[in-house]
């Protein structure tokens, strides 16, 4: 098991277009987060998977921000008409279902010019 | 609402012992975490502890939590230049809060 993947690791955009990102968990981890990570800030919570529902979404999570898990496995996070705020580390985690260790991927870094 | 501080910055000497702080606001929390995180790059999971234990030991690594408080210490014995990074300290209840992470520099 190599961890939690995330893809791409960078991904520079214009302001307006959409963006996606993919997470590939832990095999076998049934909860996976999606954190956002601003410059000289902690991870903030967006929104949390457990197999395929979607149990927990932030307020910081607004309408152009979507989030799926079709079959328990991998995620992606959909950033529709991207602004300039949108500028951040965005981080996948997962968890097991009796695990105490919440591990983290090595984030996608989001810029939108 | 729910909420973590820690301190911004910590300065020490190599070979000293660090000791990071951290104060969280959810007595529901189930677990506390440090993670480390160096430049560039992702959170890594360094200790975690139980809401109902008053301390872990872990190699260099001892955590300390006082509950009534809502206070927690990270120790870190023997820092190396190799341990400077940001710490992060978080709370799990049903979702985990980040505090904004202490630096720590270590000097040669």
């Known amino acids: 098991d190599t961890g939690v993947s995330q893809d791409p690791r960078h991904k520079i955009t214009k302001r307006g277009q959409n963006v996606t990102f993919r997470c590939d968990p832990i095999s076998e981890h049934n909860r996976l987060y999606w954190y956002r990570q601003t410059l000289g800030q902690g991870p903030e919570f967006l929104t949390y998977?457990?197999?395929?529902?979607?149990?927990?979404k932030s307020r910081l999570l607004s309408d152009r921000f979507s989030a799926e898990r079709p079959k328990g496995s991998f995620s992606t996070l959909e950033i529709q008409r991207t602004e300039q705020g949108d500028s951040a580390m965005y981080l996948c985690a997962s968890r097991d279902r009796e695990g105490n260790e919440q591990y983290f991927g090595p984030g996608t870094r989001l810029t939108v010019t | 609402g729910e909420d973590v501080e820690q301190s911004l910055f910590l300065s020490v000497r190599e070979g000293d012992s660090s000791v990071i702080n951290c104060t969280y606001t959810d007595s529901s929390s189930t677990y506390l975490y440090w993670y480390k995180q160096e430049p560039g790059a992702g959170l890594q999971l360094l200790t975690y502890?139980?809401?109902?234990?008053d301390m872990k030991q872990d190699q260099r690594l001892t955590v300390l939590l006082n509950k009534k408080d809502k206070h927690l210490s990270l120790r870190i014995a023997d820092t190396q230049t190799g341990d400077s990074a940001i710490y992060f300290c978080?709370?799990?209840?049903?979702?985990?809060?980040f505090g904004a992470g202490t630096r720590l520099f270590v000097k040669a």
């Open positions: 998977f457990q197999n395929e529902a979607q149990l927990e």
């Open positions: 978080a709370e799990f209840g049903f979702k985990t809060i």
């Open positions: 502890i139980f809401s109902n234990m």
